[in-house]
Every structure is written in structure tokens, then in C-alpha cells.
T-cell receptor, first 113, second 114 residues
Framework: SQTIHQWPATLVQPVGSPLSLECTVE??????LYWYRQAAGRGLQLLFY??????ISSEVPQNLSASRPQDRQFILSSKKLLLSDSGFYLC????????????FGPGTRLTVL | AQSVTQLDSQVPVFEEAPVELRCNYS??????LFWYVQYPNQGLQLLLK??????LVKGINGFEAEFNKSQTSFHLRKPSVHISDTAVYFC????????????FGTGTKLQVIP
């Protein structure tokens, strides 16, 4: 069966520090991968998606970036965090049928102070 | 492009009462429809999905939803809620046929009152 991992689970970082969040998927190959952000009490904002290794599409211009160095690994990064980067970050992968059904990781709670 | 509207940001309901969470969508093409649930500090979990076939879809935890093409709706229902159903529920839509991005609604917080 397929599983998706995210780490760390929680993170507290000062403004201006770098960021690296990692997402890995097991039990499937060539998945579509997604990064979402959820601000407190808000809906999901799609940040990046990837249909293959090295292929990244950005949905929202900001100081975040994403990379996909391996088929089942998706990394969210920043060189300098802003206060507005605080939120709950979710990674998701799309099922083989490409119906839009997505499977979500447990999330990373990021607080920027 | 498609859009999803969840008009109710919060729905309070007493335990063991029925509940309906509303979802309307807009799309120029055929769609797949989903309901997800998010418990506090967790990722989203799929409740149910409509891809084709019967318009009444049954999901996990006793939830069901009905696809109404003429009204472009996909409302979620449960005949009797439990305290454990307290969570945020997201409706989502994806154009059918090939890879397309999913659009999520803004979510409805279901608060079950003892």
C-alpha cells in the first residue's frame, strides 16, 4: 500500500532563516506531487505541483521554491523566511488513475517568529 | 477553469442530529467530485468521491453525497452525527479526462454539540 511521509512535523524558525521541508511517497511510481499551504482557519492554497523529476510548476509567486530530485521525493525550500510563511504545509500525491483524487501527508506546522 | 463554493463556513449541530454540508461547483466540462475531512492538526482524508455512475455516493464514517448535475451541487449528508465528526470538511472538483488540477473549496467546520 502507498504511504506518504512529511518531516518535520513541527518547526519554529526565526525570520530570515532558511527552510527545507521534505515529503516522500512509498508504494507508487511516477506520482503527481503537490505542496499546499493552509493558513490558520483557511482553505488550501496550492503552492507547487510536479508531474515528474525536475518538473516543477509554481502557482503563487513568493519566496518559496520546490524541487523534485527523485521520483518520490518532493522538497519545499526557502532561502529567507517571512512572517507570512507561517502555516500548515501539506504534501499530497495523486493516484494512478489521475482522477484528481489526492492523498495527503500528515503536514508540517511552521511558525516563523 | 472550475470553482467550488462552500457557503457555510461553520455548521453547529447537536449530537445524533442529521447534517448537510453544501457544495456547489462551476465548470465548463465534466467533473470528478470529492469530499475530504480534516481533523485538527492532520492532513486531509478522503471521505468519498464521484467519478461516474450512480449519483448517490456512500463514503466512510456513514457519510454520503449526491451529485446533482442540473444544480451543479454535491452536498454531503449524514443522518446522525457523533462528537467524533467534529472536523473541517472540504469539497473539491477536478475536470474529468486526463491530468487537471484539483480545486478545493474553503472548507466547512462541522461542530457537533453534545
Amino acid at each position: 500500500s502507498q504511504t506518504i511521509h512529511q518531516w518535520p512535523a513541527t518547526l519554529v524558525q526565526p525570520v530570515g532563516s532558511p527552510l527545507s521541508l521534505e515529503c516522500t511517497v512509498e508504494g507508487t511510481s511516477n506520482p503527481n506531487l503537490y505542496w499546499y499551504r493552509q493558513a490558520a482557519g483557511r482553505g488550501l492554497q496550492l503552492l507547487f505541483y510536479s508531474v515528474g523529476i525536475g518538473q516543477i510548476s509554481s502557482e503563487v509567486p513568493q519566496n518559496l521554491s520546490a524541487s523534485r530530485p527523485q521520483d518520490r521525493q518532493f522538497i519545499l525550500s526557502s532561502k529567507k523566511l517571512l512572517l507570512s510563511d507561517s502555516g500548515f504545509y501539506l504534501c499530497a500525491w495523486e493516484g494512478q488513475g489521475k482522477t484528481g483524487e489526492q492523498f495527503f501527508g500528515p503536514g508540517t506546522r511552521l511558525t516563523v517568529l | 477553469a472550475q470553482s467550488v463554493t462552500q457557503l457555510d463556513s461553520q455548521v453547529p449541530v447537536f449530537e445524533e442530529a442529521p447534517v448537510e454540508l453544501r457544495c456547489n461547483y462551476s465548470s465548463s466540462v465534466s467533473v470528478y467530485l470529492f469530499w475530504y475531512v480534516q481533523y485538527p492538526n492532520q492532513g486531509l482524508q478522503l471521505l468519498l468521491k464521484y467519478l461516474s455512475g450512480s449519483t448517490l455516493v456512500k463514503g466512510i464514517n456513514g457519510f454520503e453525497a449526491e451529485f446533482n448535475k442540473s444544480q451543479t451541487s454535491f452536498h454531503l449528508r449524514k443522518p446522525s452525527v457523533h462528537i467524533s465528526d467534529t472536523a473541517v470538511y472540504f469539497c473539491a472538483v477536478s475536470p474529468s479526462g486526463g491530468y487537471q488540477k484539483v480545486t478545493f473549496g474553503t472548507g466547512t467546520k462541522l461542530q457537533v454539540i453534545p
